[in-house]
């Protein structure tokens, strides 16, 4: 529920989801160790990010803006940098 609402959330400002890491999928296929939940989802608003890369093309090192969505106990959070920083 809670990813469906950041991802309409996300949607609603003009950016969209290129990428997407299920990390608890990875954690077991890879290394056989189970965890809560955790995914990062790469959401990109393409016009800001045409804007920065035309200023400063090694922002790219910083593209896409990384949101994780992760369980902690009985609880959904939800992460991400201030772009602006």
């Not at 393409?46 to 609880?75: F, K, M």
């Amino acid at each position: 529920m809670t990813e469906h609402a950041l991802r309409d959330a996300l949607k609603q400002q003009g950016f969209g989801i290129i990428t997407e890491i299920d990390v608890q999928r990875t954690m077991k296929e890879k290394l056989g160790i189970s965890q809560e939940p955790y995914k990062i989802l790469g959401a990109c608003n393409p016009e800001y990010a045409h804007r920065a890369l035309t200023i400063e093309p090694d922002i790219g090192v910083l593209l896409s803006c990384n949101v994780t969505v992760r369980a902690q106990r009985e609880e959904t959070v939800v992460s991400t940098i201030l772009p602006t920083a």
